[in-house]
């Protein structure tokens, strides 16, 4: 059964960094894209990077020059480095593969009905 496994979230104080891993366990990437998504209570849902199977990159306007998405050479694992982190950066996130949309699509539109959800790892920023 494939899974996207989350982890490395946790509690850094504003202008810190942290890097996100996401390990696809049985899901084979293909085409389409991967992305890290991410909630707070009380938001709405919101897409912050993207990456294609050609490993070029699309962020929300909110992490542009602060975050970076990246993979492994395998595309087996999936990374969000964050720097300069910011409170309202606080959210649970969750990586996501949406084998059917580009990341530049997803991060302006959404998921579409078959994404691959994946667990999701808490990030908090005290100011």
């Known amino acids: 059964q494939e899974q996207l496994v989350a982890s490395g979230g946790g509690s850094v104080q504003s202008g810190g960094s942290l890097t996100l891993t996401c390990a696809l366990n049985g899901y084979f990437y293909r085409s389409g894209s991967m992305a890290w998504f991410r909630q707070a209570p009380g938001k709405e849902r919101e897409g912050v990077a993207a990456?294609?199977?050609?490993?070029?990159?699309t962020y929300a306007d909110s992490v542009q020059g602060r975050f970076t998405i990246s993979q492994d050479k395998d595309k087996k694992t999936l990374y969000l480095q964050m720097t300069s982190l910011k409170p309202e950066d606080t959210a649970t996130y969750y990586c996501?593969?949406?084998?059917?949309?580009?990341?530049?699509?997803?991060?302006?539109?959404?998921?579409?009905?078959?994404?691959?959800w994946g667990t999701g790892t808490q990030v908090t920023v005290s100011s």
């Open positions: 990456i294609d199977s050609d490993r070029s990159a």
């Open positions: 996501v593969a949406d084998g059917a949309r580009s990341g530049a699509y997803v991060i302006e539109y959404g998921l579409g009905p078959l994404a691959t």
